[in-house]
Nanobody
C-alpha cells in the first residue's frame, strides 16, 4: 500500500484545512485508515482513525473540531480540520492497515506540514 498525503499549509488560528490521502491498491475499503501528527521534539500521536467499517476515533484534543471521512470509490481518506490553533501545528501523516487506537497500521504516507499562525 502506498499513501500520498496532501492539503497541508499555513493557516491562521481559527481557520480550516482539509487533508487528503490517496491510497494505491484495490483493497482500500478493507483497510483501517488514520491520521497521526508529530510536532517538533514530540512523539507521533493519533489524531483520528476510521475503520474499514466506518467507526471513528479521535484524540480528545481534536474532538468537535476535526472530522475524518473516507471515500472508498476514490481510495481516499480525508481530515477536515476546523478552528485550528497553534497547538495543531505539526507534520500530519496518513496511516493504513489494521490498527487499534493504541497501535497504528503498518503503512505510512510521507507527511504533510500544517502550520497554524496565531
Amino acid at each position: 500500500v502506498q499513501l500520498q498525503a496532501s492539503g497541508g499549509g499555513l493557516v491562521q488560528a481559527g481557520g480550516s484545512l482539509r487533508l487528503s490521502c490517496v491510497a494505491s491498491g484495490n483493497i482500500f475499503s478493507r483497510n483501517d485508515m488514520g491520521w497521526y501528527r508529530q510536532a517538533p521534539g514530540k512523539q507521533r500521536d493519533l489524531v483520528a482513525r476510521i475503520t474499514s467499517g466506518g467507526r471513528t476515533n479521535y484524540a480528545d484534543s481534536v474532538k468537535g473540531r476535526f472530522t475524518i471521512s473516507r471515500d472508498n470509490a476514490k481510495n481516499t481518506v480525508y481530515l477536515q480540520m476546523n478552528n485550528l490553533s497553534s497547538g495543531d501545528t505539526a507534520v500530519y501523516y496518513c496511516n493504513a492497515g489494521y490498527s487499534t487506537t493504541s497501535y497504528p497500521g503498518p503503512y505510512w504516507g510521507q507527511g504533510t506540514q500544517v502550520t497554524v499562525s496565531s
